[in-house]
């Protein structure tokens, strides 16, 4: 009659503890893509922080001897028509792409996240912030980059500097026009997530609804946060892009990758390698970023994990 309960506990005892992320953790490395995204984006993003300390050319030396050359071992990606080495040039241009990345994607999402949990739990809220969001939603949102950024370039350059009020317009714009869909998801989580059992039970003990949203409902909307902020990193990188492309973004001796693209179209005929890195640099960042969002979307939805 007694061993039975022994033989139970010891079973108990040297089975393995499983958590909800090591369960996440083991879904996400089965998906392919998901890793080598993982790879991709962790290469690209080592070498714009490390390059430079290996590849210590200067991105704006002018080297007028030394314009518009092919691949060489002294150039590996080329120079420019200035004679600047093009390799310093894209690794310079990473840093600076990443870092409004990165900056644009958490400036929306906190957006986003704040909006969407206070329109989902509360009614009175739910009205106003949901219209607003649908009014940013009809906005045209290029014109409307354009417009902000020809009203208040001169002036952020004049307070803050040609490239750090560059850099902050650039952020503070795709910030406040990139956070209604996620707005839309973590509201849609929250409405659902109110009234459930725990919640409730919080609630009927007297606990206040501050310490409810941050004790029960955020932990339990990151999945969609977590993965609207690898699509949001990928969108901020390509926006960016497209406006310096436009010619709106920084100057042309702060290079980034969409700037390296504005600067090289001319040169099409003449230098055509000096478009393929910078473009591929961004074709490869976004694509790994959408493969990850893709794994931590399958990983983190309960219906598919463990499969």
Sequence with gaps: MTDAPVANTAGEAIRPHRSLWSDVWVQFRNHRGAVAGVAVFGFIVLAVVVGPYIHTVDPTYLDYRAKN??????????????????????????????????????????????????????????????????LFLALP?????????????????????????IFLLIVFVIGITSWMQTARIVRGDVLALKEREFVLAARSIGTREGRVITRHIMPNVLSPIMVSATLGLANAIITESALSFLGLGFPSDFPTWGRLLYDGKDFLTLTPVRVLWPGLAISLTVLSVNFMGDGLRDALDPRIRGR
């Design 69 to 134: 050359l092919g691949p060489t071992w002294e150039h590996p990606f080329g120079t420019d028509n200035l004679g600047r080495d093009m390799l310093a040039q894209v690794l310079a241009g990473g840093r600076v792409s990443m870092a409004v990345g990165f900056t644009a994607m958490a400036l929306s999402i906190l957006f986003g996240a704040v909006i969407g949990v206070l329109a989902g739990f509360f009614r009175l809220l739910d009205g106003p912030l949901m219209r607003l969001t649908d």
């Design 141 to 165: 949102l290029l014109p409307l980059l354009l417009v902000i950024i020809m009203l208040f370039r001169n002036t952020l350059r004049t307070v803050f500097g040609p490239e750090t009020g």
